[in-house]
C-alpha cells in the first residue's frame, strides 16, 4: 500500500468512527455530567492508548504523552502546567462538588515488552511518574485536584491505581482472585437475563440482554463502539445511584463478590473525597471487564498472533493531540508537554524504525501532525492563531528530528468531534495529502465561517460514500 492510500483509509477509519461519536454525541454528554473532569498521562507507546480500558468515552478525558512519561515539572514548562490548569478549573466552574483528578501511568509487560523508553527499567517508569505527582501535589490541595498513579499492563490492559502512594487496587489481581472468565462473571446473575431497562439505553444495544451483549467470541459489549458507549453512560449512572444511596447489599449490577472487592479498597483511601468513591469503583469495574476481554481475545490467538497485539507494532507518529480514535497500537503518540519535544520525537522516530524493520511496508515514514481546538474558527485570525501557526511550530523540531526523509500529514480538529480535516497551510514537498481544506480562502480578506464548514461537510460527505 502506497502512502496516498494508506493516508486515505486511515483518514476514512476516522471519519467513520467520528460519525458514531457524534450519533452518541447525547449519550456521552451524560456521561460527562456525572464523572469527573480528568487528566490522565501517559508515555508514547500506543499499546497503552486512549480511554477505552478506563471505561471513559472519547472527549471526556484529557491526555499527556511524552517518551516514558517523563516530563520536565519546571513552572516554565507551560503546556504541561496550562493541562492541569485547565482541567481544575473545568472541575472548579463545572462540577464544584467533584474534584478534578490527575492520574500518571507508568506501563509493563509480563513478556518482557515493557517501557522502551526506559529500556524495559519499571523502576525508571516508577519514578517518572513519582515525579510529577510530587510536584503537582505540592501546588493543589485535594479538594481541587485528585492526585494519584497507576500502572497499565500492555500485555492484558488491567490497570494498577495507586493512592496515598501505598494503597493499591489491581485488576489483575481481582481476575484471578475470584477465578474471572468472562464479561457475564462480573455481574449480578439477576442483571444477566433480562434487557436493560433504560429504555434510552436499550435502543442503542437493539434491545439486546446484557447477556448477549457479554458473549460471543467478540462480545459487543467491547467490540461496538456505539454498544460501549452506551453501557459507559448506563454503568456510570447506576454504580454512582448505587453507592450514593449505600445499596450495597440489595445491588443488582455487579457480583458481590468483585463489588465488595472493589469497595472494600476504596474504603479504605482516607484521602478520597467521597464524590470520587462512585467514578473510581466504575472504572476499576470496567478495566476488569476490559482485561478479561483482552486475556480471552489473547488465548485465542497462536504465540505469532499473540506477539502483534502485545509487542510494539505502531504505524506512524501522531504529534499533537486529537488521536483517541486511533485503534490501539497503530499510532506512536507524542504531545507537547515534556518540556523537550526533540527528546520525544527521537524516542519515537527509533520505536518507529524498529517496526518498520520488522515489516518492510512500501509506504513511507509518516508523522501526523494534528491541532486540536475547542471552539469554532470565526475568523482568519482565529485559524492562523489556533492553527496554522501551531502547525508551522511543531514542524521544527520534524525538521531537527527527521529531515526529508518523512512524509507528513497535517489536520486540525474540535474537542468534541475527534475528526482530522486535511490542511495545507505551508509550502511543503513532504505534506502528502492531497485534500486541503483551507485552499482558496486562506487569507483574512477570503476566509469566512461559512465556507469553512461548508468545506468540512463536504470533506465528511465524500469520505463517507
Not at 467490540?223 to 449512572?237: G, N, R, Y
Request: with cysteine; aromatic share 10%; hydrophobic share 35%.
Amino acid at each position: 500500500m502506497k502512502t496516498q492510500e494508506y493516508l486515505s483509509e486511515y483518514l476514512k477509519e476516522n471519519i467513520i468512527e467520528s460519525e458514531t461519536l457524534h450519533r452518541m454525541k447525547q449519550v456521552i454528554g451524560e456521561f460527562g455530567s456525572r464523572a469527573p473532569k480528568i487528566l490522565v498521562t501517559k508515555c508514547i507507546d500506543g499499546r497503552v492508548h486512549g480511554s477505552k480500558a478506563k471505561g471513559y468515552p472519547p472527549t471526556t478525558i484529557r491526555f499527556g504523552r511524552t517518551d516514558g512519561n517523563i516530563v520536565s515539572t519546571e513552572k516554565n514548562n507551560y503546556s504541561f502546567w496550562n493541562r492541569i490548569d485547565s482541567i481544575v478549573n473545568n472541575a472548579m466552574c463545572n462540577t464544584p462538588e467533584m474534584p478534578a483528578i490527575f492520574i500518571a501511568y507508568m506501563h509493563r509487560s509480563d513478556k518482557g515488552f515493557g517501557c522502551a523508553a526506559h529500556h524495559n527499567n519499571e523502576e525508571e517508569s516508577y519514578k517518572a511518574i513519582q515525579n510529577q505527582t510530587r510536584e503537582i501535589s505540592k501546588l493543589f490541595p485535594s479538594d481541587k485536584l485528585y492526585v494519584l498513579q497507576g500502572i497499565t499492563n500492555t500485555d492484558i490492559m488491567a490497570e494498577t491505581l495507586i493512592f496515598d502512594e501505598s494503597i493499591r487496587i489491581s485488576s489483575k489481581e481481582i481476575i484471578n482472585d475470584f477465578s474471572l472468565k468472562n464479561l457475564s462473571d462480573i455481574f449480578h446473575k439477576g442483571f444477566l437475563k433480562y434487557p436493560i431497562k433504560d429504555p434510552a439505553t436499550a435502543r442503542f444495544v437493539n434491545f439486546k440482554t446484557p447477556e448477549e451483549l457479554c458473549s460471543g467470541e467478540m462480545p459487543l459489549f467491547h467490540a461496538d463502539f456505539q454498544t460501549s458507549l452506551s453501557m459507559k453512560s448506563f454503568l456510570l449512572l447506576e454504580i454512582s445511584r448505587i453507592i450514593n444511596e449505600n445499596d450495597f447489599s440489595s445491588q443488582k449490577l455487579v457480583q458481590p463478590d468483585v463489588f465488595h472487592a472493589i469497595l472494600s479498597v476504596l474504603q479504605k483511601v482516607k484521602s478520597l473525597p467521597k464524590t470520587l468513591l462512585a467514578s473510581f469503583f466504575y472504572q476499576s469495574f470496567w478495566n476488569i471487564s476490559y482485561a478479561i476481554n483482552q486475556i480471552n481475545k489473547l488465548n485465542s490467538m497462536t504465540e505469532s498472533e499473540q506477539l502483534k497485539i502485545i509487542d510494539h507494532s505502531e504505524e506512524l507518529i501522531c504529534y499533537g493531540d486529537g488521536f483517541e480514535l486511533i485503534p490501539r497500537n497503530k499510532t506512536i503518540l507524542v504531545k507537547t508537554g515534556r518540556g523537550d519535544d526533540y527528546e520525544a520525537l527521537q524516542v519515537a522516530k527509533k520505536v518507529l524504525e524498529k517496526n518498520r524493520a520488522k515489516k518492510n511496508p512500501e509506504y513511507s515514514k509518516i508523522i501526523h501532525i494534528n491541532i486540536e481546538v475547542s471552539g469554532e474558527e470565526m475568523s482568519w485570525e482565529d485559524f492562523n492563531e489556533n492553527i496554522s501557526s501551531k502547525v508551522h511550530t511543531m514542524l521544527r523540531p520534524v525538521d531537527e528530528i527527521f529531515g526529508e526523509s518523512v512524509s507528513i500529514l497535517t489536520t486540525y480538529s474540535y474537542r468534541d468531534q475527534k475528526r482530522f480535516y486535511p490542511i495545507r497551510t505551508i509550502n511543503d514537498n513532504r505534506i502528502m495529502y492531497s485534500t486541503n481544506i483551507i485552499d482558496k480562502i486562506n487569507s483574512s480578506l477570503l476566509f469566512s465561517s461559512m465556507a469553512l464548514k461548508s468545506r468540512e461537510a463536504l470533506y465528511a460527505t465524500d469520505k463517507l460514500i
